[in-house]
């Protein structure tokens, strides 16, 4: 298990003072790589190789947002690959140890130059020590879209600002899309993502937006339909 200390800064919390999903999806992205990084195949590695890895899913659960200036401690633990995917959870915990996060991650290990999915080299498994699987819930990481009227939202022209080293728009960002198509957004208690389709600089992305009593969800789409992400959104 790979393990590193926090502490919530105010850049990354709300008008109630209290971390944004946004920002703790920030902190789980940010231990997977540093922990590919600590391993010896981080990103320097993988664009020297012309691979990534591309993530396909998250399932995040949230116990409760922690406050501005609490110390925090982030982990993850990789816990199977096969072939071309990768298997991970990542947890946040309190000071006094209590889980105020969890999630489950899967990634596709691509090669970047021929945009196709590739065989994970055996010495990056070795590389793991993989562990048992979180304590948590497992939902399925197809999304299901509601039956319900669809809502169109505002299209958005992706910038480079979006945009990571993958030459891609970073996994956080279609979180922000889609609280953006939303508006006001309660606080989160259960999230899922699945992302289907890379959007790039330049793309256009229209929102369509699937209201029931306690979720939202939101299809982040090409003009002609093809999806691009779809986020899963329930509250509390």
């Known amino acids: 298990m790979y393990t590193f200390n926090g502490r919530i800064r105010y850049s990354e919390v709300g ?3 209290t971390l944004t999903l946004e920002a703790l999806m920030d902190y789980f992205q940010d231990c997977a790589t540093f922990h590919s ?3 010896g195949f981080g990103v320097e590695y993988l664009m020297k190789e012309k691979k990534g890895w591309v993530l ?3 399932q995040i659960q949230v116990n409760r947002y922690p406050k501005f200036g609490e110390k925090v401690t982030i982990s993850t633990n990789a816990y199977d690959f096969k072939r071309s995917f990768g ?3 990542l947890m946040m915990q309190d000071e006094n140890g209590a889980y105020v996060a969890v999630a489950n991650s899967v990634w596709l290990y691509m090669d970047m130059e021929k945009m196709v999915p590739d065989r994970v080299e055996q010495e990056q498994v070795d590389a793991y020590t993989f ?14 879209i509601p039956d319900v009227a669809a809502e169109k939202g505002r299209p958005i022209v992706i910038g480079s600002y979006q945009i ?3 030459g891609h728009v970073n996994n956080v960002e279609y979180l922000r899309m889609a609280c953006e198509a939303i508006g006001k957004v309660p ?3 259960a999230f899922r993502a699945e992302y289907k389709k890379s959007a790039m600089l330049g793309d256009t992305v229209y929102p ?3 209201k029931e009593k306690t979720k939202d969800t939101v299809t982040l789409c090409t003009e002609a339909g093809k999806i691009y992400a779809t986020i899963e959104m329930q509250w509390e």
């Open 87 to 89: 298997y991970r959870n």
């Open 131 to 144: 562990e048992e699987k979180f304590p948590m819930e497992y939902p399925p990481t197809k999304i299901k």
């Open 164 to 166: 990571d080293t993958n």
């Open 37 to 39: 990084e600590e391993v």
């Open 56 to 58: 396909l899913s998250w």
């Open 208 to 210: 369509m937006i699937y």
């Open 187 to 189: 606080k989160i208690h």
């Open 15 to 17: 008008a109630d003072g």
